[in-house]
């Protein structure tokens, strides 16, 4: 029991520290490390890097689409180790962030980076490009953690 849940701690902590941070930031704008990163609170309606901004109903089909295929694929596979660990901050991340959306109608993001111009994101977007990156190195150097059941 312990080994099964213990793949879903790196999710959670994804998904309870995002809630926290959104929580305790929210309508600030501020530097953190001057020249670095700062807040800068705003809300989000479109997806990753600002892509189909206010069209809602479409971002829940694509949404829903690429979750589906996911299922769809993942059922015949046994994650284990990396992969698990990637799948995990993947989905903690997503959830914080359909929580958002379901709540305010967008997501809330608020973490700026200061020495370039780049979006503004959250800590389920960390979660999930860091899963994402974990995921594709899993698969490139540790095949052996996607056995087909």
């Given at each position: 029991m312990?080994?099964?849940?213990?793949?879903?701690?790196p999710?959670?902590?994804?998904?309870?520290?995002?809630?926290?941070?959104?929580?305790?930031?929210?309508?600030?704008?501020?530097?953190?490390?001057p020249?670095?990163i700062?807040?800068?609170?705003?809300?989000?309606t479109?997806?990753?890097?600002?892509?189909?901004?206010d069209?809602?109903?479409?971002?829940?089909?694509?949404?829903?689409?690429l979750?589906?295929?996911?299922?769809?694929?993942?059922?015949?596979?046994?994650?284990?180790?990396?992969?698990?660990?990637?799948l995990?901050?993947?989905?903690?991340g997503?959830?914080?962030?359909?929580i958002?959306?379901?709540?305010?109608?967008?997501?809330?993001?608020?973490?700026?980076l200061?020495?370039?111009?780049?979006?503004?994101?959250?800590?389920?977007?960390?979660?999930?490009?860091?899963?994402?990156?974990?995921?594709?190195?899993?698969l490139?150097?540790?095949?052996?953690?996607?056995?087909k059941?």
């Open positions: 312990k080994e099964k849940l213990s793949w879903l701690l999710g959670i902590t994804v998904l309870l520290l995002d809630r926290a941070v959104k929580l305790l930031c929210q309508g600030v704008t501020r530097p953190l490390i020249g670095v700062g807040l800068n609170w705003v809300q989000n479109g997806m990753a890097l600002g892509l189909l901004q069209h809602p109903l479409l971002i829940l089909l694509v949404s829903l689409a979750a589906g295929f996911a299922v769809w694929e993942l059922r015949a596979f046994k994650p284990q180790g990396l992969a698990r660990v990637s995990s901050l993947i989905a903690g997503a959830l914080s962030n359909m958002d959306r379901a709540v305010y109608g967008s997501v809330l993001d608020m973490l700026e200061l020495f370039m111009r780049f979006y503004i994101f959250n800590v389920a977007d960390i979660g999930v490009v860091a899963g994402a990156i974990l995921c594709g190195l899993s490139l150097f540790r095949p052996q953690d996607w056995r059941q």
